[in-house]
């Protein structure tokens, strides 16, 4: 922890396990502290707190950020959501095992966010290729596309998610996405057809009505968003920060990555259109109290964009078709039209338009999957994010508030379950002395809301009365009221309220609408209509209708199907290694950086971080079975590797003892249980990763270079006799470099991870050429001469600096590090010159930068390499080398013979070499013979394995 305890100022601690008093005041003051620093992330051990600035932080999610976090501990770095999908993505790959995590919070404390970082994260760190390229793309197009069909604004969130997503992105074992698919749940389709005032419509209704041309506005009979009653009843139009029309070619464009056709996307646009004027279509009473269409015209027009006939559309509308009798062989049964009332009719006019939406939207969501290819086989694995709903507490709440807290009730039990419950209990039951913490376990409120046995919860009460004949919402009411009149999370307030005391906060629910929004029913007149559409899309969009045996099956209700898919989400998320971010909302009106200090401290409480946090300060990071333990972590120990004849016990209580000293503290470092090791500090099982992967990576570095003698004979042989015929009668040779054997790496490069973190922060670039340089600086009156790292990439050409660690805790471990000096993208180099000389000097040149003059060995083979991957740089030979240095001055450096300049001396401006081999002088290389090659492309880098 000496890093983390290094970065405790005025700012806070990164840890709140560092915290030198854990109460909830503190937890809250280091949050406050950070927030008004715009350090927005916090740990709890393993566990991230995300605090929503309302703003962009500059840089915090820049192309740096990217590179800077990219292969990090997450002890090396800040907190940050970059570390959290890095520490996945590593242990997903190490382990092959699928890792998923959970961002919970509360509606607008940033959710949908959080996991796009993420997403962008592994996109920018995981491989290239055509096909990968393609897959990743969907992915981030995904976003864009699914947020305009599935967010709306709302009073607390302009970018409210209004759908919970769990989207599975699968990786083949070296780490190249190959697939995923995303499932949906509890679309708010309810928001379709009414909302409150201040709030809107899904993003996707505004979009086409402001971001689409003329020509489709005008074959659609568009009109401005307050002429429309499912648009006009919120009072609000606009959201700043959206920009319709550069957010509707998003959309049209993310269309088209996941092959939406453009007759499709017409389709699309069609159907959001014919919802709207749907919601214009009114209703009056005739003389029989019968539902009539008040104005013609609107009907003419809906039944233009939904595809049908006019005449069809009015009967549907007004009308539903009842059946009497009895069914079976002899069944005989009546059918007849019934006509709706005014609000009856509203009612199904309403029920149409929300099943439609919700329809396209599961549409949707189909061909993002369709696109992404899901692969059902054990070779693959996945990296899963659950962004779902934030707890609801609004003015009125009805059944989604129920059905949404509900979920959240879900996802706090799981936290609970893996991080407070199964912790302690684990340690009780592998005999680790313990001293319990108590929490409070919301399984009570599951039970009262989900409970299949006595007594029902909730869900089942609220079934059972929709089976009945007269199953009303006051029936719910009052059999609810009589199963939890002592429950001391239920109260009921007749008329037509109750309360649930929910983990996060209590909650009044209106009971009106229950029973039918639970229900869930669509008519078949209204499937029929659809299926009848001359729009392809719409046709398609009730399946169901088609079934000979449609009338047969009891539809599940809506309590059941959350339910069931909540229950599915519970198993898949049991077969991941758990991540956790906790989104916390610093104050109820979206203003930047302001920190309202009652509404933080109620989230910290419910949320249970003083709980959890001191559980981690209590308790052990880490826990392993002994044999998982040995046969990751055996290489890392000279005792345990190769062979080890003991027990696995005893080997792991060897490997740690290696890894850590005593503690001044009290504290044991680790603790023997039954059948796992307990490890207190993460900054050990760091470290253990750590050595780890630098050992495996030794040996297979090792095994590489003794095969690449073999394969890559004739690769060498190729570079080698094309670096040569460069310099043929250009250039004085030395004659140890006619004979001298190419192999790529000269400083170690693949095992000098300082220095590979500085290549790697700028992405998946592959070395193809390492060695050590001196470089030249011009003052005003003399040359500094620095020693520096030359790493040539497939892209850049790299000069990186030894320094002293610039961190004094830091230093005490890590005395120097390596710092990026001078970095080349190819495409900007236009020219290198040489002497004609037999010394080593080569000046790189750089329209765009200032040129460099250094001093190579093995030049020959840098300037082969860098023709390779460089094409179009000149080669130039010449005694007088033009340099233009920083700030654009020029300086002139020559060269010339002399017997006391041996291979090569620069004496101020001025390079004395003595004779060399005359430069027609050319080696005798033999092409490789009776040698099965391998695929140079394959091969040819310094691959880190």
Not at 197 to 208: I, V
Not at 591 to 618: C, K, P, S, W
Not at 766 to 775: E, K, L
Not at 788 to 815: G, I
Request: glycine share 6%; hydrophobic share 35%; proline share 3%.
């Amino acid at each position: 922890r000496e890093a983390m305890a290094s970065r405790v100022n005025a700012a806070g601690v990164d840890d709140m396990v560092m915290l030198p008093k854990i109460t909830n005041d503190s937890i809250l003051e280091n949050l406050k502290k950070r927030y008004s620093a715009e350090q927005i992330y916090t740990y709890i051990g393993h566990v991230l707190i995300v605090m929503n600035p309302y703003k962009m932080i500059k840089d915090l999610y820049s192309e740096r950020a990217l590179r800077e976090y990219r292969g990090k501990y997450p002890y090396e770095e800040a907190p940050h959501v970059f570390a959290v999908a890095d520490d996945m993505y590593r242990h997903m790959l190490s382990e092959a095992c699928s890792h998923c995590v959970i961002i919970s919070g509360e509606s607008g404390a940033g959710k949908t966010e959080t996991s796009k970082h993420i997403m962008l994260y592994v996109a920018s760190v995981s491989g290239k290729g055509a096909e990968v390229s393609k897959v990743k793309d969907i992915i981030l197009e995904s976003n864009p596309l699914l947020e305009s069909f599935g967010n709306a604004k709302t009073i607390r969130n302009n970018n409210s998610s209004r759908f919970g997503k769990y989207m599975e992105i699968q990786f083949d074992l070296s780490g190249d996405p190959t697939g995923g698919r995303i499932t949906n749940y509890l679309l708010e389709k309810s928001r379709v057809v009414y909302q409150t005032e201040g709030e809107r419509n899904f993003h996707a209704f505004y979009l086409l009505l402001g971001g689409a041309d003329a020509s489709i506005r005008n074959t659609l009979h568009l009109q401005t968003p307050d002429k429309y009653h499912y648009l006009n009843q919120g009072n609000t139009y606009t959201v700043d920060g959206i920009d319709e029309k550069k957010e509707f070619d998003e959309v049209v464009h993310a269309m088209d990555v996941i092959g939406i056709r453009k007759e499709e996307q017409m389709q699309i646009w069609q159907l959001l259109a014919a919802i709207l004027t749907l919601g214009n279509i009114t209703f009056q009473p005739n003389a029989k109290d019968e539902a009539t269409i008040a104005d013609k015209s609107v009907l003419a027009t809906f039944a233009l964009l939904f595809g049908v006939d006019e005449f069809s559309a009015q009967n549907v509308l007004c009308t539903h078709t009842l059946s009497a009798g009895t069914q079976g062989k002899s069944a005989r049964v009546s059918v007849y039209a019934s006509p709706y009332d005014v609000s009856g009719a509203e009612f199904a006019r309403d029920a149409l338009a929300k099943a439609i939406y919700s329809r396209l939207f599961d549409w949707i969501v189909q061909r993002v999957n369709k696109a992404m290819g899901f692969k059902m086989c054990n070779d693959v694995i996945s990296l899963n994010i659950l962004d779902i709903y934030g707890f609801e507490i609004f003015g009125k709440n009805g059944f989604e508030q129920l059905c949404i807290n509900y979920v959240n009730e879900k996802l706090q039990q799981i936290f609970i379950e893996l991080t407070l419950k199964a912790e302690q209990e684990e340690y009780r039951e592998e005999g680790i002395p313990w001293e319990d913490i108590t929490y409070f376990n919301n399984k009570i409120c599951c039970d009262l809301i989900e409970s299949h046995q006595r007594p029902a919860g909730l869900f089942r009460i609220l079934d059972d009365v929709c089976t009945m004949p007269k199953g009303t919402d006051e029936k719910f009411l009052q059999q609810s009221a009589e199963t939890y009149s002592s429950h001391a999370h239920y109260q009921a307030q007749p008329p037509d309220q109750f309360i649930v005391k929910h983990y996060a906060g209590d909650v009044t629910y209106c009971i009106r609408g229950f029973c039918d929004k639970n229900r869930d029913i669509l008519s078949w007149d209204h499937m029929d209509l659809s299926c009848a559409s001359k729009n392809p899309l719409i046709a398609s969009l009730f399946p169901e209708a088609l079934n000979a045996d449609r009338d047969k099956k009891r539809p599940t209700t809506a309590g059941f199907k959350i339910k069931e898919s909540i229950q599915a989400l519970v198993a898949e998320l049991a077969k991941c290694k758990m991540h956790y971010i906790r989104c916390i909302k610093p104050n109820d009106h979206k203003r930047a950086l302001d920190f309202d200090g009652a509404r933080v401290m109620h989230q910290v409480q419910y949320l249970g971080l003083l709980e959890n946090t001191r559980i981690r300060r209590a308790g052990y990071a880490f826990r392993e079975l002994y044999s998982k333990f040995f046969f990751r972590f055996r290489v890392t120990c000279a005792q345990t590797w190769p062979q080890w004849t003991g027990s696995h016990e005893d080997a792991v209580e060897q490997i740690l003892k290696s890894f850590t000293a005593d503690s001044s503290s009290g504290k044991t470092p680790y603790l023997k249980g039954k059948t796992k090791i307990f490890v207190r500090a993460p900054e050990t099982v760091f470290a253990l990763e750590e050595a780890r992967d630098r050992k495996v990576q030794t040996y297979a570095n090792r095994l590489q270079r003794f095969f690449q003698q073999f394969t890559l004979a004739n690769y060498y042989y190729t570079l080698q006799r094309d670096g040569n015929a460069k310099l043929l009668n250009s250039k004085e040779r030395r004659r140890q470099s006619l004979a001298i054997q190419y192999r790529s790496d000269y400083i170690n490069y693949r095992e000098n991870y300082s220095l590979k973190a500085v290549i790697n922060s700028y992405g998946n670039e592959r070395v193809v050429f390492s060695h050590g340089v001196n470089t030249y600086e011009f003052g005003m009156l003399r040359v500094a001469k620095k020693r520096r790292a030359l790493v040539l990439s497939d892209t850049a050409l790299y000069l990186v600096a030894v320094v002293k660690n610039p961190d004094k805790e830091l230093r005490k471990r890590k005395p120097f590090v390596h710092v990026l000096v001078t970095r080349y993208e190819l495409k900007s180099i236009s020219a290198v010159t040489l002497t004609q000389l037999k010394d080593g000097f080569v000046a790189v040149h750089s329209p765009s930068q200032f040129d460099t003059l250094m001093e190579v060995r093995r030049k020959t083979e840098f300037v082969s390499m860098l023709l390779r991957h460089a094409k179009d740089v000149q080669i130039r030979f010449s005694n007088t080398i033009n340099l233009t240095i920083k700030a654009g001055k020029t300086k002139v450096v020559t060269a010339e013979k002399s017997p006391t300049g041996k291979d090569g001396v620069l004496k101020g401006r001025k390079i004395v070499v003595e004779d060399g081999l005359p430069s027609s002088t050319a080696p005798d290389i033999k092409s490789p013979a009776n040698i099965s090659m391998t695929s140079v492309s394959e091969y040819y880098e310094i691959r880190e394995v």
